[in-house]
């Protein structure tokens, strides 16, 4: 009878801890998958500097810059105007109250070819805030710049809105300029929005500079007579 009860206890600890084991193991994949479950609804509810607060599926989360939420929603930056947030490698702004449904798969990646003129240069036209420019491609200009002629053309508030700069150019030194920011800035199918740009006093350059606030957030490839631009999704 002894050896019998040994035996039964035995099986029953080895049950026991199949059991517990199976608990543990479906629990954590509860918590695997409540983290795991992709984002169905944004929206910014309040705005601070460098600080939001988003609801997120529902619940609110006050988001700090450069931290991410639970759900993997990262601020990237906050003011008054609204928000820069990022998840699953997608960064999109966000304004205040502003809804979004979205599964968050990771989107198509956008292209746009940029042919040499006659000149060796890679020019195009696009729009800026809705805009139709013609662009001339220029790595070496570190934002998308454009003359106080283009900017009252494209409605741009530099006057208003721009934070005053000393802008070297090759042409006239150094002259007086504005930095601002650009709603929208678009080529081809390849769309990005607050663009740094910058305006500079008087009527030159002739076209809109492709700077480095746009073309780097984009990959480059250049074959030589075409220039290829990409979206980095």
């Not at 090759?170 to 601002?180: D, F, L, P, Q, T």
Request: charged share 20%.
């Amino acid at each position: 009878m002894t050896v019998m009860s040994h035996s039964f206890a035995r099986e029953g600890m080895r049950a026991i801890g199949c059991c517990t084991a199976t608990m543990l193991l479906f629990v954590l994949i509860l918590n695997w998958s409540e983290y795991a479950m992709a984002v169905e609804r944004l929206r910014v509810v309040a705005l601070f500097s460098d600080k939001a607060m988003v609801e997120i599926d529902g619940k609110n989360r006050l988001l700090k810059k450069g931290k991410a939420s639970p759900e993997g929603v990262l601020l990237i930056s906050a003011d008054a105007r609204g928000a820069v947030l990022e998840f699953d490698g997608r960064r999109e702004a966000y304004e205040l109250g502003r809804h979004v449904s979205a599964s968050y798969s990771r989107p198509k990646v956008q292209e746009v070819r940029i042919w040499r003129d006659a000149h060796g240069s890679y020019t195009t036209v696009g729009t800026i805030n809705g805009r139709t420019v013609n662009m001339l491609v220029d790595t070496g200009a570190s934002a998308v710049a454009m003359s106080e002629v283009e900017a009252r053309r494209l409605a741009i508030p530099y006057l208003l809105t721009g934070q005053v700069i000393r802008v070297s150019t090759a042409s006239s030194g150094n002259i007086k300029g504005y930095n601002v920011l650009l709603d929208r800035v678009q080529v081809g199918d390849i769309l990005l929005r607050n663009v740094r740009g910058t305006v500079i006093e008087g009527n030159s350059p002739r076209e809109v500079l492709l700077g480095m606030t746009f073309l780097g957030q984009l990959q480059m490839e250049n074959s030589g007579s075409v220039l290829l631009l990409k979206t980095k999704y």
